[in-house]
C-alpha cells in the first residue's frame, strides 16, 4: 500500500508559475516510476509527466514540454513545477505510481499506475 498527499495547487494568472508536490508514504520501496494526470471539467484524466526512481528519466506531453519540469528531490516526494501557466492548465493534478512488479512501460498510461493520491486544484485565470 502506498499513500499519496499532493500539495501545492491553486489560483495563479497567466504566465505565473506553481509548484505540485506529491509526497508518497507507505511502501514506497516498490515503487518504479511516478506521474502526474490532470483532469479539467467534463473532460477525461490526460498524462502529463512522469519520472522514474531509479535514473529519474523524464517524460512529457508535448503540451507541457519547455515549461512543465518533473523532479524528484528525494524518493519520497515528486514535484512538478509549472512555468508560464496558460487557462488550458486549469485542472485537478493527481500524482500516481506505479509498482515495479506491474509496469509495462506504457508511462502515459492511466491502467499502469496503482495508487493515485486525492488531487489539487490548480485554476489558471487570464
Known amino acids: 500500500q502506498v499513500q499519496l498527499v499532493e500539495s501545492g495547487g491553486g489560483l495563479v494568472q497567466a504566465g505565473g508559475s506553481l509548484r505540485l508536490s506529491c509526497a508518497a508514504s507507505g511502501r514506497t520501496f516498490s515503487v518504479y516510476i511516478a506521474a502526474w494526470f490532470r483532469q479539467a471539467p467534463g473532460k477525461e484524466r490526460e498524462f502529463v509527466a512522469a519520472?522514474?526512481?531509479?535514473?529519474?528519466?523524464t517524460y512529457y506531453t508535448d503540451s507541457v514540454k519547455e515549461r512543465f519540469t518533473i523532479s524528484s528531490n528525494t524518493k519520497n516526494t515528486v514535484y512538478l513545477q509549472m512555468n508560464s501557466l496558460k487557462p488550458e492548465d486549469t485542472a485537478v493534478y493527481y500524482c500516481a505510481v506505479a509498482d515495479g512488479g506491474f509496469y509495462s512501460g506504457s508511462y502515459a498510461a492511466e491502467y499502469e499506475y496503482d495508487y493515485w493520491g486525492q488531487g489539487t486544484q490548480v485554476t489558471v485565470s487570464s
Open positions: 519520472i522514474t526512481w531509479s535514473n529519474r528519466h
